[in-house]
């Protein structure tokens, strides 16, 4: 068990550079949790880490407007698992909502807050709902 916590501080440490430096939670593989920019989860046993660095576009339709198209929102997330090097990947929603890393995939399953017209978004309110699950074979 000391060894694990001891390769997990230690990954931590050495994700350095754009790794989101939050509050960090541990979450089951296949579980669906949620992080607000800057948090970071450790996925189970699987020395997996996901942060959420930001969001890089968000032109969804604001929720007092009526639009011919529902937009989309960009996502950068850091991914890094012992012993691979760290990764940050841009996710789009609802287009493309899955990102793919070293045998897993990580789903986006919802962002909130929704764009409102009358009032820009708070970069630092955002929070996604992930769920990390192994890549089928």
């Keep these: 068990m000391r060894e694990i916590l001891a390769v997990l501080l230690s990954m931590a440490a050495a994700c350095g550079g754009s790794d989101p430096a939050g509050p960090t ?17 450790t996925i189970g ?3 997996l880490v996901v942060g959420f660095v930001g969001v890089k576009d968000d032109s969804r339709c604001p929720l007092e407007v009526t639009c011919v ?7 950068k997330l850091t991914l890094r698992r012992l012993p691979h090097a760290q990764q940050v990947v841009e996710v789009k929603t609802p287009a493309a909502p899955d990102a793919s890393y070293e ?3 990580i789903e986006v399953r ?4 929704v764009p409102r017209a ?3 978004t708070d970069p630092a ?3 996604a709902t992930l769920v990390v ?4 074979p």
Excluded: D, H, I, Q
């Excluded at 198209?69 to 996502?75: K, M, N, P, V």
């Design 45 to 47: 046993e699987e020395l």
């Design 25 to 41: 939670s541990r979450v089951a593989l296949g579980e669906s949790f949620e992080l607000r920019v800057g948090e970071t989860a």
């Design 110 to 113: 919802t962002l909130v807050p």
């Design 125 to 127: 309110a955002y929070v």
């Design 133 to 136: 699950r192994r890549s089928a």
């Design 118 to 120: 009358s009032t820009p």
């Design 69 to 75: 198209w529902a937009g989309e929102a960009t996502l």
């Design 103 to 105: 045998g897993y995939t």
